[in-house]
Nanobody, 131 residues
Framework: QVQLVESGGGSVQSGGSLRLSCSGIGSTSTTYSMGWFRQAPGKEREGVVCLDTQGNTMHENFVAGRFTISRDRAKNNLYLQMNSLKPEDTAMYYC?????????????????????????WGQGTRVNVSP
């Protein structure tokens, strides 16, 4: 049973930083991909950044060098360092992991976007960015 728990969300002003954590990643196989996703009020869930088993990352354009995904194997945690936060980053953030070893994109809404069909999900942590 994979149980993921996110933490680290909160309220910050525009330009601020937050570091999200996800525990429980260590319970998954080393062949699982993992990532961070978000869902803003009234919008569909979207991918933020994905990490595959080879250590490669794939991210959406809005990340634009502001967010960094990392994994601490010793602590079995996954992290998302978010800098230069903007009000449009306000959302519930989720970590997820999937038996597929690779990240990938699907064509949706006129663009190729990170796939969101991951198998295991946490409950989310809320991020609010004020102007």
């Amino acid at each position: 049973q994979v149980q993921l728990v996110e933490s680290g969300g909160g309220s910050v002003q525009s330009g601020g930083s937050l570091r999200l954590s996800c525990s429980g990643i260590g319970s998954t196989s080393t062949t699982y991909s993992m990532g961070w996703f978000r869902q803003a009020p009234g919008k569909e869930r979207e991918g933020v950044v994905c990490l595959d088993t080879q250590g490669n990352t794939m991210h959406e354009n809005f990340v634009a060098g502001r967010f960094t995904i990392s994994r601490d194997r010793a602590k079995n945690n996954l992290y998302l360092q978010m800098n230069s936060l903007k009000p449009e980053d306000t959302a519930m953030y989720y970590c997820a992991t999937d038996p597929s070893s690779l990240c990938g994109r699907v064509y949706s809404g006129g663009a190729y976007r990170l796939r969101t069909d991951f198998r295991y999900w946490g409950q989310g942590t809320r991020v609010n960015v004020s102007p």
